[in-house]
């Protein structure tokens, strides 16, 4: 796969460049809240498929398959793998435990139209069968496959000799919509019903049309990796999830922050906020405002955001440093987002 910058991007890309000749990046470990807050007695959650048609009612599935291409049974294959992507979500994250619960034949209408809710005493039933708290349900799932391909004449130098050549272009798209309903039976409650699309991409070239189409997944493999794509998608929706999101800090502003910067490298965050608190009161607002902008990130690697939005927003309205502005405010959604995430893993 093939990225390309346009010489637009590349004239953006210059001025973050020479920036981080004196910034450096930091990974942060973040726990993000999830789009919806679930009742608090539910942790634990059996994961089921209903996607499938109804028995006698698959002929068009079939019918489907063959004219698309797509192979016999690849959705019923991949709805399989869409559950296990979502139960690999949750179980990777603090809030749930999940478990795909195989064996049970539940249908729905092979399509993307709803089926009817669960009846509550099926839902009891699987809750005390297997143990759970709730039932989250695979109701409907279908699957597009699209693949385009393109030549184009390109220039290439061989045998020290420019030549044009014929260069051929494959772009295939799997878009998966999978709609999960989520059965709450204490309260006998629809937690959630939502519908998605997904899609995934894969672009490739090569000097034949058998040698870009080698280099592509097959059509099997493409539909179950973005199902599996897609039931993490929802884990994301449904519960809080670990991200790791980018920092940047001031690695230079005098030979202190040098000494700092090797700190950080090292995960020894105590002799690095020694240093950058030392240097927020310079006379130099320039220093000063860099160091209060890193003790700012060193706050909210300790996980106190208040405080590291107190020093951001010292460090833009004392000093003037335009970076610290824009961090003040991502902080202040982190705060906002900290109050929704504390409700949602609240015991």
Not at 157 to 163: E, G, P, S
């Amino acid at each position: 796969m093939k990225v390309i910058l346009s010489r637009h991007l590349l004239i953006l890309i210059l001025p973050v460049f020479f920036a981080s000749c004196r910034t450096a990046s930091h990974q942060v470990q973040i726990l993000k809240p999830a789009t919806i807050t679930f009742p608090k007695e539910i942790k634990q959650l059996g994961v089921i498929n209903r996607s499938l048609p109804a028995k006698g009612s698959g002929f068009a599935n079939i019918l489907e398959g063959f004219i698309t291409g797509e192979s016999i049974g690849a959705d019923r294959e991949a709805s399989q793998e869409c559950m296990r992507g979502l139960a690999a979500g949750l179980n990777t994250n603090p809030r749930f435990t999940a478990v795909v619960i195989e064996g049970v034949d539940l249908r729905g209408t092979g399509t993307r139209q709803w089926p009817e809710f669960l009846d509550w005493h099926q839902v009891d039933e699987l809750c005390n069968r297997f143990r759970v708290d709730a039932i989250v349900a695979l109701e409907t799932f279908d699957s597009d496959i699209n693949l385009r391909q393109r030549t184009a004449d390109v220039e290439r130098i061989i045998d020290k000799k420019k030549v044009v050549v014929k260069e051929y272009y494959a772009d295939l798209r799997m878009n998966v919509r999978s709609g999960w309903t989520v059965y709450g039976p204490q309260k006998q409650q629809i937690v959630d019903r939502n519908a998605f699309n997904d899609e995934m991409r894969w672009n490739e070239s090569g000097n034949s049309p058998e040698h870009v189409m080698s280099k592509l997944p097959s059509k099997r493999r493409a539909i179950n990796e973005s199902a599996h794509f897609s039931g993490r998608q929802y884990a994301i929706r449904i519960s809080p999830t670990w991200i790791t999101e980018n920092r940047t800090y001031f690695r230079k502003a005098n030979d202190d922050f040098k000494k700092a910067s090797k700190f950080v490298k090292r995960k020894n965050w105590n002799d690095a906020i020694a240093i950058w608190q030392k240097n927020t009161v310079n006379s130099d607002s320039k220093i000063a405002g860099r160091a209060k902008y890193n003790m700012a990130l060193a706050s909210e690697v300790e996980g106190n955001l208040s405080l590291a939005k107190e020093w951001a927003h010292r460090a833009w309205q004392q000093d003037g440093l335009k970076k610290a502005r824009q961090y003040a405010e991502l902080l202040k959604y982190r705060i906002q987002e900290q109050e929704r995430l504390n409700q949602q893993m609240e015991e």
